[in-house]
């Protein structure tokens, strides 16, 4: 646990002991309340905002790295979202 704790520098606070022994509730918590379609769309509009809104247009680096890492948290929700189905699924 010592070494989750580090990686994540400590934080966030808010995170319980019981959300750290056993994320899978928050997760399903999570979903209930931001079904994932509603999720990925929510995810492009901010990451839509951000393109919009720059102070300085993005470019290059800068816009493949954003858009990169758009599609890869869009990944990591479907696969919270598939995760968190199966466990309780298995109950």
């Given at each position: 646990?010592?070494?989750?704790?580090?990686?994540?520098?400590?934080?966030?606070?808010?995170?319980?002991?019981?959300?750290?022994?056993?994320?899978?509730?928050?997760?399903?918590?999570?979903?209930?309340?931001?079904?994932?379609?509603?999720?990925?769309?929510?995810?492009?509009?901010?990451?839509?905002?951000?393109?919009?809104?720059?102070?300085?247009?993005?470019?290059?680096?800068?816009?493949?790295?954003?858009?990169?890492?758009?599609?890869?948290?869009?990944e990591?929700?479907?696969?919270?979202?598939?995760?968190?189905k199966?466990?309780?699924?298995?109950?």
């Open positions: 646990m010592e070494e989750i704790l580090k990686a994540l520098n400590y934080q966030p606070i808010d995170i319980s002991d019981e959300d750290l022994d056993n994320p899978v509730p928050s997760i399903t918590y999570f979903f209930m309340n931001h079904p994932i379609h509603e999720s990925r769309t929510k995810l492009w509009e901010l990451y839509e905002g951000w393109i919009h809104f720059a102070a300085e247009s993005p470019e290059g680096e800068e816009l493949t790295d954003m858009l990169f890492f758009y599609n890869q948290l869009v990591l929700l479907n696969l919270c979202y598939v995760f968190a199966k466990i309780e699924l298995n109950k």
